[in-house]
């Protein structure tokens, strides 16, 4: 829930999570599960700005190795 609500939600839905969950607990699942996803740099940008204090640029999360990308890599090479 709280990954689809950090790709999907609104503001206001960001907002409600943080109330309901701790900073690091949610921090915790975007570090997991979306951070090094390049389809989301500019979302990424924003959480990691606003809601997690992070002084970075878009640069940090183009540089990032992606794990959905490392298991395509690891499939294709499988054969």
Do not use: C
């Not at 002084?55 to 890599?73: C, H, I, P, Q, T």
């Amino acid at each position: 829930m709280i990954e689809y609500a950090l790709k999907y939600g609104t503001f206001d839905d960001l907002i409600e999570l943080f109330k309901l969950y701790e900073r690091d607990y949610i921090k915790r699942v975007w570090e997991n599960r979306l951070k090094d996803d390049k389809r989301f740099i500019r979302l990424n940008l924003m959480l990691a700005r606003l809601f997690f204090n992070m002084k970075v640029d878009s640069d940090y999360f183009k540089g990032l190795k992606s794990a959905r990308f490392e298991k395509f890599k690891m499939l294709s090479s499988q054969n």
